[in-house]
């Protein structure tokens, strides 16, 4: 909620015209705002100003305080004067106007759960009474959970929002770009505004580099899970002794470019993929639903592993080599050809295939499940979790989806390196789970999940914040 200083204001406003809101109140209302917010009295407001001053209010939104500057600053002095001020509060109001306007679905001057959630689904987001009653009273102040005008208003007056598709962005609860270096999950939605405007390949863009910096990052606690995945008798602490005696510290990283260099075109196929499966699996106009985009999201998973999955075999390979093995990603391509033929390219691919659907099902699931259980008992103030909860939710439902798909996930790489095992090793996707069941015991499927969890917290921290950084880069607005 806002601080109690605007509100004040607002309602000194009101009051001191018989509760109207003619010019001379307006005047006055932004007046008084204009002088708590100039702290240095000269006469105008610059970025630090305003940012310290909507905090003060209880207001803090980032990369509000600068866009509203953008916005408003028409001599681009980088202040806002007084009549820059004002101009822009009332061009900002007529645009909150129209929003509120628009979601005032019976004309009576206030706006209910149903009229949000009618609103909503007619931009393509389904949400429930109870997530609309959450948005409600985040904005609602004296307990009708209704929302009139003063109340909307005084919402989103420092907010440079303009219309319902960006309150909508503002509202929307996507997964968090979180990359462990498994690239299984639902792609993350966009709006129409979004797609329209050139925001989706900016975050694109953004979770790219997001994704490239934290695969580096966590690259040798990678190649050490491959390892273990492959090799039955390796330890971790053995697996690392036993990579640098071979081949240094720098060895640590083997594998980690063709591992970057796979996630641009995946993520674009994916992306693109999943916005075609949408339109095949709904009708025009109709509301795309959870289970919709569980099947989009596989689907597109599938479609975007087979176009690339010969990268994947050559980063097991290149994981795995020994010093002076391979001269880089085009040699080893060209040795496995010439060795072991075309199909190479694709060993492993059932079982990979077959693990996308758990995991995407399970990490959609159990993200949407913490979320909604979140809301539901400590929501208060508002509908949005917060980035700590967004977080916490993405990384223990792309855990589960893990642990669900893991064991699926080892025989895929044990198939992609048989090359590198012994002639007995080399069997079927049924006959290794045998061998492995019955050499190793059930845990045996799930061999090196220990470091492919150490890295799931330094992953998604390194994600989150190198994310952030790019999309205050890129301009991209919270």
Known sequence: MHGTLLRTLLSDARCSHSQSWDADSSERFYQDLFEKLDANRDGKIDVAELRAGLTAMGIFRQGAAQKIVSFGDKNKDGCLDFSEFTRYLKEHEKKLQLTFKSLDKNNDGRIDASEIRQSLSELGMVISKEDALKILQSMDIDGTMMVDWNEWREHFLFNPVHNLEEILHYWKHSHTVVDIGDSLAIPDEFTEEEKSSGGWWKQLVAG??????????????????????????????????????????????????????????????????????????TTEGQVVETHTRFMAGSLAGATAQSAIYPMEVMKTRLTLRKTGQYKGMFDCAKNILK???????????????????????????????????????????????????????????????????????LIRTRMQAQASLDASDKSSLSGMVRDIVAKEGFFGLYRGILPNFMKVIPAVSISYVVYEHMKTSLGISN
């Not at 075309?342 to 996308?356: Q, S, T």
Request: charge should be positive.
């Open 208 to 281: 790219a580099v997001a994704g490239a910096i934290s695969r580096t990052g966590t690259a040798p606690l990678d190649r050490v899970k491959v390892f273990m995945q492959v090799h039955s008798k390796i330890t971790l602490l053995g697996g690392y002794k036993q990579m640098i005696r071979e081949g240094g510290i720098r060895s640590l990283w083997r594998g980690n470019g063709i591992n970057i260099f796979k996630i641009a075109p995946e993520t674009a196929i994916k992306f693109f993929a999943y916005e075609q499966y949408k339109k095949l699996l």
């Open 339 to 409: 060795n072991e033929g075309i199909k190479a390219f694709y060993k492993g691919y059932v079982p990979n295939l077959i693990g996308i659907i758990p995991y995407a099902g399970i990490d959609l699931a159990v993200y949407e499940l913490l979320k909604n259980a979140w809301l539901s008992r400590y929501a208060t103030d508002s509908a949005n979790p917060g980035v700590v909860v967004l977080l916490g939710c993405g990384t223990m439902s792309s855990t589960c989806g893990q642990l669900a798909s893991y064991p699926l996930a």
